[in-house]
């Protein structure tokens, strides 16, 4: 028997009210952040993350371990293709993320972002990326993780589009290891599938509403051996940025159907 392509209305209603609640309960837990120590707010960070994989019901598969932990924090780079990644990426590496100026004044979402140590940048001013730098460098060596999609913007999901080595240099700067991560999205019947993306014109809503109509949605995550560390070490951000790049792109096209159309792009949130 084949899985349903598609849910029923009643379940995608039964979704977004599920979704509804799961932002509400979050608000709170997120505005306690400032009485909890790190440990503590990672914690919450995953178990928020899990909460909303759970309730869209996105299965997260990695065929490797995590390298160990104990040498976080951590810069993490990831490819960008919807706004699930950042709960896919949290539920394994909790930590603030780079955002665009304007996610800040989103109403509930610039509150959820910023109270959970979010880097904001002008991607309009290249003065902007100095102060950035400074700030990542700042929460690595305050020993909180950083995580930011190189790509700057989002794509279907079957490529990759070219990396940025900007910010890659906080990195070197706070002489901190990077990880690069993988990402790849399958409907139910195993099939590599764009409709989660968030790319193009497509609306957030949009994305939501196609996410909810998809019974189950499939996500492998790859990990990289740690990039700048004792044995890989460089001061080279370009070079630091071309070995995310390629260990994501080559995990990324593993099997994917992509053709040689560009594919099409959206703003990184």
């Known amino acids: 028997m084949t899985k349903s392509e598609h849910t029923s ?3 995608r209603f039964s979704r977004i009210f599920r979704l509804a609640l799961w932002l509400v309960k979050t608000i709170r837990r997120v505005n306690r952040f400032k009485n909890l120590n790190e440990t503590e707010r990672n914690k919450e960070l995953i178990s928020i993350a899990h909460n909303l994989l759970d309730i869209l019901h996105v299965k997260v598969n990695s065929e490797q371990l995590l390298p160990d932990t104990a040498s976080m924090p951590w810069l993490t780079v990831a490819n960008h293709i919807s706004w699930l990644d950042i709960f896919v990426l ?9 955002a665009k100026q304007s996610v800040k004044s989103w109403p509930v979402i610039g509150r959820l972002a910023t109270n959970g140590g979010t880097v904001y940048i002008n991607r309009q001013s290249r003065q902007d990326i100095n102060p950035v730098i400074k700030a990542i460098v700042l929460a690595l060596h305050e020993g909180k993780n950083v ?7 989002t794509s279907e999901g079957m490529t990759t589009l070219p990396f ?5 240099q906080a990195a070197i700067d706070a002489d901190t290891p990077v990880m690069a991560v993988a990402m790849r999205y399958y409907n139910p019947q195993g099939l590599r599938t764009s ?19 998809m019974p189950e949605i499939i996500v492998k995550v790859d990990f990289s ?9 460089t001061n080279d951000r370009f070079s630091l ?5 390629d260990f994501i792109q080559n995990k990324v096209l593993m099997d994917s159907p992509a053709t040689a159309t560009a ?5 990184s949130i």
Not at 225 to 233: G, S, T, V
Not at 263 to 267: A, D, L, R
């Open 90 to 98: 949290m539920s394994y590496i909790p930590g603030g993320f780079i």
């Open 225 to 233: 051996a740690l990039l700048n560390i004792a044995e890989n070490k």
């Open 9 to 11: 209305l009643i379940t």
């Open 164 to 168: 940025k080595a900007a910010l890659f």
């Open 147 to 153: 995580l930011f999609f190189p790509e700057a913007y």
């Open 263 to 267: 594919p099409s792009t959206s703003e």
């Open 195 to 213: 409709k989660v993306a968030f790319a193009g014109k497509t609306s957030l809503l949009r994305s939501l509403w196609n996410i909810v109509s």
């Open 241 to 245: 940025k071309t070995q995310a790049e």
